[in-house]
């Protein structure tokens, strides 16, 4: 008997990852927030723990429309445009 | 003959079914085991072609074909006329409103609740009566169920992985109902939602389980849907406000028919009848903060509008029951869409 596959083949890998800072000092940081209660908090306290044990230069918390949608275009326009590394706040 | 892409394979010394089981393909259950044959009978009843494109998954980046479509129906179990349903269930689902991302992969669990209107509901034998919910309707237990294969096989929706469902719930194996149109005294749910009565249609809402309630003392519509609302209150975070599907069956409707309520009538009641104040919502950890001066007075409602109950008259004719589904999450997040039937 011959089966037909159900699933959808993968697509060869169309993009690279960036490639991965060796080290933090000097960078700037975006911290992606999802709405979730406290999820502001905790990405505050990972800024500033990035800044003063990690030397980065900066930080910015952007806030998603709300927690079900991916970041919007906006926040991935500024993101490349500024910024060198990208924390995203998945939390539940 | 259409030629269909999708790859092959040979089974051999091996059950089709057996084999489908170790592909990773099925919901737990056996399927059938998805032949060529049997896949062009399906894109055929439907008038479709295999490279057909259903909808596009915008954040997965998947653009779901018809022959996929038509493979996880023939594996559901479906028989070729549902095609047509399905394919506008998956329609449904990948409109950009509905908002894939959210109800197929979060933490909340989301079943997809089909809710099917107008002539085709008839045609297909689409369960709107007794166990509502139940097994026993070959229509209302494949379709839902080749939704969600479409779901996992083309869209990544597996549990533990891209569906990260933390309870999940039994309507993510197939969540169908139609609406009792023929025994109805009300305007159907497609009717409301701008379309004619000669149309059918597939309304889909990323939804929570079905939770049941009982009035077998009151003879009032006010009487019943206080019961309702009494029960929905806090029901599926009124901290979202998330669309709510009111299901009347036919004792209740029998009763709220007689007092002479139409649908937007039920709708006003409840949604003047679900508010919460502000304090017992903060005491039970439903909205953040500390209770403040005045918070005993200051109420919010279960939904935005009265517009988000979508009432449905559908169950059985015997029994003093109805109940209500909750929407997996706001309408910011995910809302219900309706699409035609073609």
Known sequence: ?????????????????????????????????NTKYNSDKILERIGNILKAEHGVASFKIFRKHNSGVPAHKEIIDEVKAGFDVVVAGVGD | MPTLSSKRHKVEDLDATEFCFQQGWTDGLPVIPPTEERVLTMLKA?????????????????????EKVALNAVMAGCRPEYMRVVVAAVQGICDPAWSYHGPGTSTGGAGVLLIVNGPIARQLDINAGDNLFGPGWRANATIGRAVRLVMRNVAGSRPGLLDRGTLGHPGKLSYVIAENEAESPWTPLHVERGFTKEQSTVTVLAAQGPHQF???????????????????????????????????????????????????????????????SHEHLKQTNRIAGAVQPGDDKKMRALVAAPEDFLVVAAGGMAGAFSGYIPAWGSKTTSRAVTKEVK
């Open chain 2, 46 to 66: 439907a008038n479709l072609n295999p490279d057909d494109q259903i909808g596009y998954i915008d954040n997965r980046a998947v653009a779901v074909s018809a």
């Open chain 2, 214 to 276: 009982y009035n077998q003392l009151s003879n009032t519509a006010a009487g019943i849907l206080t019961t309702c609302a009494d029960d929905m209150r806090t029901s599926g975070g009124i901290g979202r406000q998330a669309e709510h599907v009111v299901i009347i069956a036919g004792e209740h409707m029998k009763t709220i028919a007689a007092d002479g309520w139409t649908k937007a009538d039920i709708r006003k009641f409840l949604f003047e009848h679900t508010q919460v």
């Open chain 1, 1 to 33: 008997m011959e089966l037909l596959d159900p699933t959808v083949e993968q697509p060869q890998q169309a993009i690279d990852f960036a490639p991965r800072p060796g080290a933090l000092a000097g960078k700037r940081v975006a911290l992606i927030e």
